[in-house]
């Protein structure tokens, strides 16, 4: 008899890379294709391996059966939204796999291409977008349904994925403050589930510490420099309706021009941008060059820490640099130790900003209180035993589990 199986590659106990497969028969759909933290066997000092099978090997890619090679299996891959750790290894994926998207997370994705910031060899035409509370089926069998959800990047989405046997809800990365309606709606709407895959990033981390940084309030300085993670398209349009109330001038980067003249509709008389050597896009935006950003009387620069090279010869005493959710993203990751070095030696003051995309430990156990799952699968996070219920799976890597 057949009956419908799962199994996860990535991201169990890790923030990001999750990647799980659900089989049904020949039928089979993979959610997610990220990359986690970086393989214990590799990182930017040795090079990359190009081959698939050394890439396995050396645990940079999930070694899913019959998945790179044709096979009779019919595979569909879904993405739950446009952040690296869920979308980085979408390049892996053969042309022959359709990858389903939000239509949201399409457009953010083709606007990324022009900024450098797409993954190599693939472009907006690879990405299939699916309408949100649509049915679509892999074959026969499974039929995939996408939720808009709020998170920290336009598109995200929970995908609920139902065979003959069984229903199964899988979060995404979800935030659930009062005005996140997307979510709110979600959870109304989620019903008569057996299985919830849910993330558990807050579980993470002592969350003392992001209250005390949440505590600092911009507009008492007249000379900031803002660290922001360039996909979150709301957080942006955030800064410049801030800037503009404020009466700071709001200098960007050359990508992030780009991406507020693909998606973002506001009034940007006060805004300028500076270039940058990951793209050339033309801008409807005035140019300023650093030199001239730095010395004015009252500013917010927009800067990316890839590019800590242009500020070298620049006096940054004045400025507190702004690190709100930004790469690097935390102290876990191994580039925060470089950003403080080059922070001491720019002489600028550092200032956490932390608003997490994420919903916090008590609201995601709200989360599971109002869908009573038949069975919970927390995971991506350091620490997902912590949610707890009265039946769960603590999945782990590899291992297959009938549903």
């Excluded at 940079?60 to 090679?69: A, C, R, S, T």
């Excluded at 997370?105 to 060899?121: R, V």
């Excluded at 403050?177 to 019903?191: I, S």
Aim: proline residues 5%; glycine residues 6%.
């Amino acid at each position: 008899m057949t009956k419908t199986t799962l199994k996860f590659y990535a991201g169990t106990k890790t923030i990001g890379g999750t990647i799980f497969e659900v089989v049904y028969g020949n039928e089979r759909f993979i959610c997610d294709f990220g990359r986690g933290p970086l393989s214990p066997l590799y990182d930017d000092r040795i090079l990359m391996p190009e081959d698939i099978g050394h890439l396995k090997k050396v645990k940079m890619l999930p070694d899913i059966k019959d998945f790179y090679e044709p096979s009779d299996i019919r595979t569909v891959v879904g993405i739950s939204h446009m952040h690296l750790d869920h979308m980085e290894l979408l390049g892996y994926i053969p042309a022959h796999i359709p990858v389903w998207v939000s239509h949201e997370s399409k457009e953010l994705y083709a606007s990324l291409t022009k900024i450098g910031d797409g993954q190599l060899g693939v472009d907006a035409d690879r990405l299939t977008a699916v309408d949100y509370h649509r049915g679509y089926t892999v074959g026969e069998h499974i039929t995939i349904t996408y939720f808009p959800v709020t998170h920290d990047v336009i598109g995200a989405s929970a995908i609920l994925i139902e065979t003959p046997d069984t229903r199964i809800m899988y979060s995404g990365d979800i935030r659930l403050r009062p005005e996140d309606k997307e979510t709110h709606t979600w959870l109304k709407e989620t019903h008569d589930i057996d299985y919830l895959i849910i993330e558990t990033t807050s579980f993470s981390f002592d969350v003392r510490d992001k209250e005390v940084s949440e505590r600092y309030q911009v507009g008492d300085h007249n000379h900031y420099m803002l660290n922001i993670y360039q996909r979150n398209i709301k957080r942006i349009r955030e800064w410049i309706e801030f800037t503009r109330d404020h009466h700071y001038t709001f200098v960007v980067d050359q990508r992030i021009a780009v991406l507020i003249d693909d998606l973002i509709e506001t009034d940007t008389a006060h805004c300028y941008y500076y270039k940058v050597p990951q793209t050339d896009e033309q801008v409807n935006m005035p140019e300023i060059n650093l030199e001239e950003a730095v010395e004015m009387d009252k500013v917010i620069i927009q800067h990316d820490f890839t590019n800590f090279r242009q500020l070298l010869e620049l006096d940054l005493s004045p400025f507190k640099y702004l690190h709100q959710n930004g790469m690097p993203l935390g102290e876990y990751d191994s580039g925060f130790v470089v950003m403080m070095a080059w922070l001491e030696l720019l002489e600028m003051e550092y200032v956490p900003l932390h608003d997490s995309g994420h919903a916090t430990t008590e609201q995601l156990e709200q989360v599971v209180e109002t869908i009573q799952p038949r069975v919970l699968i927390p995971q991506h996070g350091f620490r997902p035993e912590l949610l707890d219920y009265h039946t769960r799976i603590l999945p782990e890597i590899g291992k297959e589990y009938i549903l």
